[in-house]
């Protein structure tokens, strides 16, 4: 059964850069799906940021687009989210979700992480 | 673009259902959606996919109180014999072909 689980800093200062990490378990990145990133501010509801395909190929939030990169580690069975120039609006709960198939439903989910954005 | 409108609030009684719907926008009323529960201070978890034809495909150990069903461009999510553990944010989830989007998310609660 698929397991996805976050990791990284739950602290960032302004203007720096966010960076986390979704281990798989279960299933390699190398299959046919694409994997998401998605977040929630505090008391809000749940924002996409994008997500990556095990080729490389990606797909962005316009409202994140010039901020965020998403890249794929196949040897290490993870994927990877970086955003760049965080403010305090950047402060969410992070997670990772993936397809049971190639795209659509979100089917899984980890588990999240808070990152709070803060000098 | 798709955008997904969702109704802020729902509220029903102890062991009586209720429907939440999410309505498609414009020219998009034959996307497939997804139901997603999300209880007090937990993460999201998958409930089922909705077509638009109104078949509906639970998740892995999603009791049968929750089914889905569609009209035109709305989706609904009925749950049944509602329990106390219902009462959580309820969010659709629609994809096209390099996005993915979420509604606003309702707020369900049980009386």
Known sequence: QMQLQESGPGLVKPSGTLSLTCDVSGVFVSSTKWWSWVRQSPGKGLEWIGEIYHNGNTNYSPSLKSRVTISIDQSKNQFSLKLTSVTAADTAVYYCASPKWLRGELDCWGQGTLVTVSS | ?111
């Open chain 2, 1 to 111: 673009q798709v955008v997904l409108t969702q109704s802020p609030s729902a509220s029903a009684s102890l062991g009586a259902s209720v429907n939440l719907t999410c309505t498609l926008s414009s020219g998009h009323s034959s996307n497939a959606i997804a139901w997603h529960q999300q209880q007090p201070e937990k993460g999201p978890r998958y409930l089922m996919k909705v077509n638009a034809d109104g078949n509906h495909i639970r998740g892995d150990d999603i009791p049968d109180r929750f089914s889905g069903s569609s009209s035109g461009p709305e989706r609904y999510l009925t749950i049944s014999s509602l329990q106390s553990e219902d009462e959580a944010d309820y969010y659709c989830q629609t994809w096209g072909t390099r996005i993915v989007l979420f509604g606003g998310g309702t707020k369900l609660t049980v009386l």
